[in-house]
């Protein structure tokens, strides 16, 4: 039989949890980029973090730790203590791509975080150099086939999420097409704009001005759906490539043993705040759409996306170590 004493424990502990999830937060929290100022996370992470401040009225300190492909950021949250006063803001792609790329990570993706919302998403805007003769994705694809090995896409790097793009394009349309990695976007479109790289996976942001300009030719977005702020760019996969979907999220996640209640009062909180449309407008100023995920959605998202690039990534050879 179980006895008073231990009933009395385990209400004891849930009693306790919910009373430090009303409190919560008595001090200030800290929210752990990786990467430098002035990157999208590091943006999200200054617009939550003086929402939560409007909130709570403690103080949120925006961490950067800029190192490893953002595999340090991620090792600092999971050693941290789970109380809710440390969390991980990060592009998806250091959860879901990093554990496929390095050899060895100090830190499990599923094991060492709680998830607590996925904030926004993010498509890449396919783009090409206009001497290319191919006004849609049907096009493009027709053009490599006939030029196997001839075409050229430029990424930020090695393992990047543009290269794998990339990577799953050429694999789903069944062409040969040629990644060439550079260090940063900056440089990468460079050489796009100059005509020595045929195509690229670009954010949307920079390369705007570029299609507007007609310097690139705007092809399509790699998300599932329209992209909300540009619906009337088609998708890759309505384009002529069906299946094709690439997205980078942002996902905010806290170290495991924190409470599931402050993990639950974060998550509305943050919610809450980004519907605000002063939020909703900064971000799609920044090339995101805000998507706002519970808790259940987010684990799945992330699940999913770890999944999406197991074989990418090997198909690629691609190593980080």
């Known amino acids: ?26 001090k200030p929290i800290r929210l752990i980029t990786p990467y430098a100022p002035g990157g999208g996370s590091d943006t999200l992470a200054r617009v939550i973090g ?14 950067n730790r800029p190192s490893s492909g953002g595999n340090l950021g991620a090792e600092l949250v999971a050693k941290a203590a789970p109380d809710g006063y440390t969390l991980f803001v990060t592009p998806s792609a250091v959860l879901t791509i990093n554990p496929h790329l390095y050899a060895k990570l100090r830190y499990d993706p599923f094991k060492d975080f709680l998830p607590v919302t996925a904030p926004t998403n993010s498509p890449y ?3 090409m150099h206009p001497k290319i003769p191919a006004a849609n994705v049907k096009e493009l694809i027709v053009y490599a086939k006939a030029n196997p090995g001839k075409m050229n896409y430029s990424s930020s790097g090695s393992g990047s999420s543009g290269h794998l793009a990339g990577v799953l394009f050429g694999s789903l349309a069944g062409i040969d097409i040629v990644h060439i990695p550079y260090k940063g976007a900056a440089p990468a479109t460079v050489d796009l704009l100059a005509g020595a790289i045929q195509f690229r996976f670009s954010s949307v942001v920079p390369a705007l001005p570029h ?5 690139l030719r705007g092809l399509a977005m790699s998300s599932a759906k329209r992209y909300t702020p540009m619906p009337e760019v088609p998708t890759i996969a309505e384009s002529g490539l069906p299946g094709y979907a690439v997205e980078s999220f942002y996902v905010i996640v806290a170290p495991t043993g924190t409470p599931r209640a402050v993990v639950e009062k974060l998550n509305a909180e943050i919610v809450r705040k980004l519907k605000d449309p002063e939020v909703n407008a900064r971000m799609a100023a920044d ?34 170590d």
Request: without cysteine.
């Open 287 to 320: 090339g995101a759409e805000v998507i706002a995920t519970s808790i259940a959605e987010t684990t799945k998202m992330l699940r999913d996306d770890y999944n999406r690039w197991a074989k990418p990534v090997k198909d690629s050879g691609a190593r980080a």
């Open 125 to 127: 805007f396919l783009v």
């Open 1 to 26: 039989m179980i006895s008073a004493r231990l009933i009395a424990a385990v209400l004891s502990a849930g009693v306790g949890t919910v009373a430090t999830a009303q409190m919560y937060p008595t």
């Open 50 to 63: 003086q929402k939560l401040n409007e909130s709570w009225g403690q103080p949120v300190v925006v961490d």
């Open 211 to 215: 299609v507007r300009s007609g310097r």
